[in-house]
């Protein structure tokens, strides 16, 4: 790994003009490596960008710092991106053109001539934190916001399974370079619209309990999201709600997409895995987070999955 | 510190027969402080016990490595106590006895001949932490958990604004030490009984906002308490639902304690002070979150409060 940092810092210092390609549907950790690196290289006199699909206003204060620069592309870079189909609308431009690829998912298939991959850390961040430290940049406020920002979203502010001692050892060093963890954190975990909340009361009203409260399934049908006006952005964490039901080992979370066709999720704790139990509806996924596609009306749905967990418990 | 933490090791090296008291209505920082002090004098070869009003379940794993054992009580030592009137029904037994407290309230005053008190540390366990390594004990993974599981809870897993660098890297050498974080962030932070979640269903629905949606108001009467059946101990955290919405600066829970009273709990964003709205009413406590009791039936209970909160936007 530390070649790698080594190899990656020369790598930067001797190029120039950055478009850095986040993910679609862009997160804080994409969105905190994007804009980190992008404000390292404007600081080394470098031209640089980031390019994304979307900026969910949550992140707009990444961009604080940020200089807009004009420029003829020269080298691209794709930060937490684990497959060059994640880019989205920006796959066509940019695919076969990737310089360096720096990502943390263990699944990376990005091909380019450098890769910077460390599938053991906790977020893309973290080998960013590493990356800078090894380039020696001087450190800021609005870089460490990034990192910070892409760190604690990824691990759930050090509560997932994935942060270790290193993952909050790097979480110390950003916090005493400066950052402004009392908003970063209100932001990310401590803020519900109105509307998602709402949802949230709606979902509550559908919670259905199986096989003696091990399985419990809830549903969001069109009509509802419809009805209440919240945005996909909006749908996001409801698929934790029946998995954290204390006793239940399969969480089922039903998505209306269109009429007749439901995007589930499933989450267990301990035993079961998410993933077999996804495959016998045709998805896959990891062992304790996985989805599927099923079709039919709510109730057939339902039924499908109660089948397939039925296999499992 | 340094000091006291050296004069605290040795005050515990030269006693014996320890009763380790605890807070009323004991957290996972005050007897993760007890049971890890417990477990540390056990190991040295001495006697000690934990005295707490009450083990709430899900605390019960951090008695897993405790020996009990018989004796005469020769040194008492409070853990995460910043006043005796918090010792709940153990106070009159044990007021005036106290040898040593270890606490991080700044507002501490605890009359024992040693103190041992941080008021920045984010946790009790914290101090607990240095004062183990100032002691060489052998780390053991029962000692970590306790540790890891009063500053975890103290901090909302590193996420409250008390959160500092020397936290991350206290928790980060507990990691290394071998302590079950997943189990742990699970149980405390992942975990919810069905009838809290039907709970919260019905506060969802008793939202009322005010003052252009600058204030949001939920309410938990007795009846909905008894018709679910949910115990005082699950209505922790629903405080924190009315703040949580976004362009809410004043959160107001109010409780039905018996017939026409309740007890409020105020959480404020930014610039209000909830400990001056609270304190309107007769109440008081800190500047983002405090409280007071009103009577009345509960309209005229929000009455007083919209009233309070209306001088204050």
């Given at each position: 790994?530390?070649?790698?940092l ?14 850095i ?13 994007g ?19 979307f900026?969910p ?39 076969g ?17 450098l ?69 970063i ?14 949802l ?22 069109c009509?509802?999201q419809?009805?209440?006006g919240?945005?996909d952005?909006?749908l ?10 204390e ?25 079961v895995?998410?993933?077999a ?25 339902k ?9 499992f418990?």
């Amino acid at each position: 790994m530390t070649d790698k940092l080594k190899e990656t810092a020369a790598f930067l210092r001797e190029h120039d003009c950055f478009d850095i390609l986040t993910h679609d549907y862009p997160d804080g950790d994409t969105l905190g490596s994007g804009f980190a690196l992008c404000l390292a290289l404007q600081q080394m006199g470098k031209k640089a960008r980031v390019i994304t699909t979307f900026l969910p206003k949550d992140f707009v204060f990444l961009t604080n710092e940020i200089r807009e620069q004009d420029f003829e592309t020269q080298t691209v870079v794709t930060v937490d991106v684990a497959d060059v189909r994640l880019l989205g609308k920006n796959r066509a431009a940019y695919e076969g053109r990737i310089d360096l690829c720096i990502d943390h998912h263990m699944t990376n298939v990005v091909d380019a001539p450098l890769r910077l991959v460390d599938g053991h850390a906790a977020a893309n961040c973290a080998i960013l934190y590493k990356l800078f430290c090894e380039m020696g940049i001087t450190w800021t406020r609005a870089i460490a916001n990034c990192l910070y920002t892409g760190i604690s979203t990824d691990t759930g502010c050090f509560r997932y399974t994935n942060t270790t001692a290193e993952t909050l050892r790097i979480g110390a060093d950003i916090i005493d370079i400066g950052c402004d963890t009392a908003y970063i954190n209100k932001v990310m975990f401590e803020t519900k619209t109105k509307k998602k909340l709402a949802l949230e009361r709606e979902v509550y009203d559908t919670i259905e309990y199986c096989f003696d409260d091990r399985c419990a399934i809830i549903a969001v049908t069109c009509d509802m999201q419809r009805s209440i006006g919240v945005s996909d952005g909006e749908l996001e964490g409801l698929a934790s709600i029946p998995r954290q039901i204390e006793g239940v080992e399969i969480g089922i979370t039903l998505r209306e997409k269109a009429p007749g066709e439901f995007k589930v999720s499933v989450r267990t704790n301990g035993q079961v895995s998410a993933s077999a139990l996804c495959a016998t509806l045709g998805g896959g996924g990891h062992s304790a987070a996985a989805g599927c596609t099923v079709k039919g009306t709510l109730d057939e749905a339902k039924a499908q999955l109660k089948a397939a967990a039925a296999k499992f418990l």
